[in-house]
Every structure is written in C-alpha cells, then in structure tokens.
C-alpha cells in the first residue's frame, strides 16, 4: 500500500496484473463515493418534495379558511388555520431533521475518503462539490419559517 497519496500513475501494456488491479480497485472505490455523495443528494431531494407539500398545501388550507373567514362565509376557522399551521410546522420540521442528517452522513464520507486517501487506498483527486441540493433545502427552510411566522403573527410577507 501506497502511504503517499501521489497522484493515479498511468497504466500501460509493461504494467504488471497487480498494478493495474490495485489501480482499477482504487478508481472504483473513488468512483462509489461520488455514488454516494449523489444518492445522498438524492435522499435529501425526496426530503425537499415532501416537506414542500406539507408547507404548500398547509399554507393554502390557511389561506383559503382565513380568506373564507374574512369574507365573513365562516364564523369559526379555529380548526382548519390549526391544521394549515401544523402542516406548515411539520414540513419544516422534517425539512430541519434532513439537513441535519445530511449534513452529518457527509462529515463522515468526507472522513472516510480522506482516511481512505491517507492510506492510499483511492487516489481522491477530484474535490466535492457543494451540495446545491443542500442549498435549496436551505433557502426552502427560510421561506418556510417566514411563511409560518406570517401565519402565526399575521406579519411579513406572506400575512
């Protein structure tokens, strides 16, 4: 094993069957951790789908009883705003709990490969690039708190 963590040599006909082995093997295993970094991408995308449905359709059961109240077809919209808000409120929620768990299962990949490299077992050329899909989870999580605190004090840009 390769204590250095000197960049992939080149593979030729001269190169022995070991050599190319170990080569190929850390090439695949650089390879499966871009594989996980996007099949984490992934799973938080699925966490943005769902917590985006719940804000969404929580805000608009808000809106339509408080527009319904405020036109005066309803007296008592008590029950329907509770429920928008708690939609709202379980969308952010579960929206905060998938970037804190991305956020750690990627702390620990990134250990995981750079131990890998120190040992030289993957080469780890390439760096990570940032998780725009972390992004817009990120800026999801601030319009949804903005939405509930429009909701909640009836201030701000959604009240």
Do not use: W
């Not at 996007?38 to 527009?67: C, P």
């Not at 620990?108 to 990570?128: I, K, N, P, T, W």
């Not at 940032?130 to 999580?141: C, D, I, K």
Request: glycine share 6%.
């Amino acid at each position: 094993m390769r204590s250095d963590a000197a960049p992939a040599e080149h593979i030729s006909r001269d190169s022995s069957s070991d050599h190319i082995s170990v080569e190929l093997s850390s090439r695949r295993t650089g390879m499966s951790f871009q594989r996980t970094r996007m099949s984490a991408d992934r799973t938080l995308m699925s966490i943005i789908r769902t917590s985006l449905s719940l804000i969404g359709f929580g805000f608009t059961i808000f809106q339509f009883f408080e527009k319904l109240r405020d036109a005066g077809t309803l007296t008592h919209a008590a029950a329907p705003r509770n429920f928008g808000i708690a939609l709202v409120a379980l969308g952010i929620v579960m929206l905060v709990i998938g970037i804190a768990y991305h956020i750690q299962f990627m702390l620990v990949l990134r250990r995981q490969r750079e131990a890998m490299r120190e040992l030289g077992l993957v080469h780890a050329e390439s760096v990570f690039p940032p998780s725009l899909t972390l992004m817009t989870a990120v800026a999801l999580l601030v319009i949804g708190i903005c939405a509930i605190v429009s909701m909640v004090f009836h201030i701000g840009p959604f009240g």
